[in-house]
Each structure stands twice: as structure tokens, then as C-alpha cells.
């Protein structure tokens, strides 16, 4: 009909929406280097009311492919959703497929979590769209085999995270609103690593050192504001509104709020930067989701 857009993934044709969350990491501390060159890490992770969003349709002919919605400049062999989809085809020794595609709003590079979330996404969804019926830590664990943030996105619960970010302890965390704020560079997580300046010999931390409120260092936030000028100045533009913090090893900050109005007054007060605000969440959407009919 003229004048009306058509759906581009409708459920008449078979398609699911599902929907991959952002992360954030409210503090980050390296305590040591391992013999097999991983870091033992410390994080804590908070899911968050906003995200990508994966769709899926399954396929009778065991074809997995890519429909449009591609991150730009990643080949379709090293797409996470399409890896995830056939390791998961793979483990399960499934005979069907699925058209995949994904719907951008976390940023590449950002720390947000983008590519693990869409990989958790699309183990968990297809996991019920394939009836296959594997629990959730089977799920994790190939999680495990795509990023090291994969498995705290199949879990679903905000955690206290150590090892290299997949040894889990589900923790409550307050309602709380965050400011995030994307400066655009993108440090690949290898390089920085590596960097000299990078502290990697933290002393051990408990859960209750978090709670506290003794724990909110990020220990890749004094390199990336040493190398990146673009993030520096997004940290000087966000102290104008409270305590900004870095997520992760990408260049994302944020800040954090009690309760939307205070986010949005912040978010009014800012300029020159791409920010926006989003809802914590006290347990994946994901998660959510699998409630509902299919």
C-alpha cells in the first residue's frame, strides 16, 4: 500500500525478534598475568535496558546466512552472530539453519558489549527456536569459545565477574540510571593490553570491597585518557555532571544516577558530545524474553 512501510523481518515470514543488551563494567582491575598470556581480571558487570536487537529465522535446508544488518567492514566468517550460530549448529549436531540479522545501536568499540551480547543472543534464542534443549551453562560454556563477555549476556544476571570475565557470582545491584557517552575511537583490546603503562598487578578484591563503594577504577581508563585526546575530552565533559568512569576496554564512559530525572537533568546540561541515557537492568531482557510465546 503507498505511504506505508513494510516490516522488514515480520513474524508471518518466520522472524523473531530478540533482544542483545548493552553492558556496562562498573569497575575493572587486573590482578595478575597468566602463564598462557590471559589476564586474571576483576569486573563487575550491569546489564542494561538498551541494546541491539538480533532477529532469526529458522531454516529447514541447514544454511546459516547473514540478511542484511551487517556491521560494517566485519566479513561475514567473522561475524559473531553467524560463528555463534554454527558453533552452536555444530555442538548440537543440528540439521536446520537460520537467516540472521541485527539491528545496531550499541557502538563498535565503545566497551558496551555489542558483539558479545548479539553472540549471546543468538545461542540463547536459538537454543529454543532449534528445540535444543541445552541448559544454560552448556550455553556459557560456548559462549566462552567466542569472547570472554559472552557467557555473563547467556547467563543474564548482573554479576561480580573473575578469571578472564567468565567466572560468575550472580549480584543485586540498586535501580540506577546511567549517562553514556561514546567518543568514537576505537583502541583494539590486544594494543592495549600490551601497553606498558597498564596496570596489571592489582591486590585481589572482595565483593564486599564493591559494595563499599571502595571499588570504581577502570584499569585501562589512564591509558585510554593518556593515548586518546577524544576520550580524555569526554571525560572532562561528563566530571561537569558527576564522576565519570570508563566500561570495559573500549572508549565508553559514563555516569551514574539514582533515578531518571537526575540522568536527563545531567544529559541536559551536556554539549559537544554524543551521550544519551539508559536504564540499569536488574536481569537481562533476554531473559525476559524467553517468557514470552515464540
Known amino acids: 500500500m503507498n505511504g506505508v512501510s513494510r516490516e522488514p523481518f515480520p513474524a ?41 536487537t538480533v532477529h532469526l529465522r529458522p531454516r529447514s ?10 556491521v560494517p567492514g566485519v566479513a561475514e566468517d567473522r561475524d559473531l552472530l553467524v560463528r555463534a550460530a554454527k558453533l552452536l549448529k555444530t555442538a548440537s549436531n543440528c540439521a536446520l539453519g537460520a537467516d540472521i540479522s541485527v539491528e545496531k545501536r550499541i557502538p563498535a568499540g565503545g566497551g558496551f558489549g555489542g558483539g558479545s551480547s548479539d553472540a549471546a543472543s543468538v545461542l540463547v534464542a536459538l537454543n529454543r527456536l532449534w528445540r535444543l534443549g541445552l541448559d544454560t551453562s552448556a550455553l556459557a560454556e560456548l559462549g566462552l569459545r567466542l569472547g570472554a563477555d559472552v557467557p555473563v549476556f547467556v547467563r543474564g544476571d548482573n554479576a561480580w565477574a573473575e578469571g578472564v570475565g567468565e567466572q560468575l557470582t550472580p549480584l543485586a545491584l540498586p535501580p540506577a540510571w546511567y549517562v553514556l557517552a561514546d567518543p568514537g575511537v576505537h583502541v583494539p583490546t590486544a594494543e592495549l593490553f600490551r601497553a606498558p603503562d597498564l596496570t596489571r598487578h592489582a591486590a585481589p578484591a572482595k565483593i564486599s570491597d564493591f559494595v563499599s563503594g571502595n571499588l570504581l577504577g577502570n584499569a585501562f581508563e589512564p591509558v585510554l585518557r593518556r593515548r586518546e585526546p577524544a576520550v580524555e575530552a569526554a571525560f572532562q565533559v561528563l566530571a561537569r555532571i558527576g564522576k565519570p568512569r570508563l566500561t570495559g576496554s573500549g572508549s565508553g564512559c559514563f555516569v551514574e544516577f539514582a533515578d531518571r530525572a537526575s540522568a536527563e537533568a545531567g544529559l541536559a546540561e551536556l554539549s559537544g558530545l554524543r551521550a544519551w541515557v539508559v536504564a540499569g537492568a536488574a536481569r537481562s531482557p533476554l531473559q525476559a524474553s524467553l517468557t514470552e510465546p515464540v
Open 12 to 52: 508471518s515470514e518466520g522472524w523473531s525478534a530478540w533482544p542483545a543488551p548493552a553492558k556496562l563494567n562498573l569497575f575493572l582491575q587486573i590482578v595478575r598475568r597468566r602463564a598462557d598470556g590471559y589476564h586474571q581480571l576483576q569486573t563487575v558487570f550491569r546489564l542494561l535496558e538498551w541494546g541491539d
Open 61 to 70: 535446508d541447514g544454511v546459516i546466512a547473514r540478511v542484511g544488518g551487517s
